[in-house]
């Protein structure tokens, strides 16, 4: 019995040894800036994106991969007879996982399964890999199903936005009140659960952020059972370091990635967001 085969969406937080490792399809997503559309991954890499994100006349633009890329990609994974497991973004936050289905009812014979993480970065991560892993020990579908809507439902992930020039370019904040928040130097938290991105605080400078560090630093220092974080950043590596750091002091066996998150993200959140995610298992 051949294994299923997994594909995502390049808004997925994954290392490139995890993906060649799990064999993953990553099918990237689109960003145009000043009229000039790249390729996420192929034509823009992640760090050059923010430098033209900056010398853009405007916020950049993103799009989910048309539906022909997708049956493309489906029909040439399902050549050799693979059922296909797609996972891809929240519905909440873009179109493509509507466009992978649409693309797989187009494929009516193939054994072709979409679904929504409810989630993006690295918390879809934890649902792709996860079911990269069952598929590689021979569980049929409906166990990983199973699986992976456990996973969803354990799911944590916070962010912070300090700088809110993307919400407000974006139209997410008036410009009064934009304008308001910018002189009190306002600054966010988010929280996201299943196909949900809510505001779940606000307050002003560095101690509102400091508290957020903090506040998540005692939740993990009481949760034995999580194993796994992922921290996704816009541009501040070595905070992001120090705030791993301080995750390890109370759980050393913590295996904690960071890395720079995607363009689809760092267009919406702008400089200094970062989120943290993790789910207990």
């Known amino acids: 019995m051949s294994k299923i085969k997994i ?36 034509d823009i890499t992640r760090k050059n994106f923010i430098q033209k994100m900056d010398e853009a006349s405007e916020l950049p633009k993103t799009s989910q991969p048309p ?20 996972i891809f973004m929240a519905k909440a936050l873009s179109g493509t996982v509507d466009a992978a289905r649409q693309a797989a009812e187009m494929l009516p014979d193939l054994p072709i399964t979409i679904i929504d993480s409810g989630f993006t970065d ?35 992930l916070e962010m912070m936005v300090p700088n809110l020039d993307n919400i407000i370019k974006g139209g997410r904040l008036g410009p009064l009140a934009g304008r308001v928040a910018t002189l009190l130097n306002i600054r966010i938290h988010l929280q996201m659960k299943p196909d949900d991105l809510a505001i779940k605080g606000k307050g002003r400078g560095k101690r509102f952020t400091k508290k957020f560090d903090d506040d998540l630093v005692e939740q993990l220092s009481q949760m034995p059972n999580v194993k796994k974080v992922g921290i996704s950043y816009v541009d501040t590596p ?21 890395q720079e998150t995607s363009p689809i ?3 919406h959140a702008g400089h200094g967001a970062y989120a943290v995610m993790f789910y207990s298992e």
Do not use: C, W
């Open 7 to 42: 594909i995502t969406d390049s808004s997925v937080q994954l290392s490139p040894e995890e993906i060649e490792r799990h064999q993953i399809t990553v099918i990237p997503l689109s960003i145009t800036i000043d009229d000039k559309t790249y390729v996420d991954g192929k």
């Open 67 to 86: 539906v022909g890329l997708f049956v493309e990609k489906l029909k040439e994974l399902a050549s050799d007879g693979s059922e296909i497991l797609g």
């Open 122 to 156: 690295r918390a879809m991560g934890y649902e792709v890999l996860a079911a990269a892993e069952d598929s590689e020990k021979g569980l049929e579908l409906s166990k990983i199903l199973a699986h992976l809507e456990e996973v969803k439902n354990k799911m944590h």
């Open 238 to 258: 070595d905070d992001m370091e120090a705030l791993a750091k301080r995750f390890k002091e109370v759980n050393p066996n913590l295996e904690i990635l960071i």
């Open 265 to 267: 993200i760092i267009t």
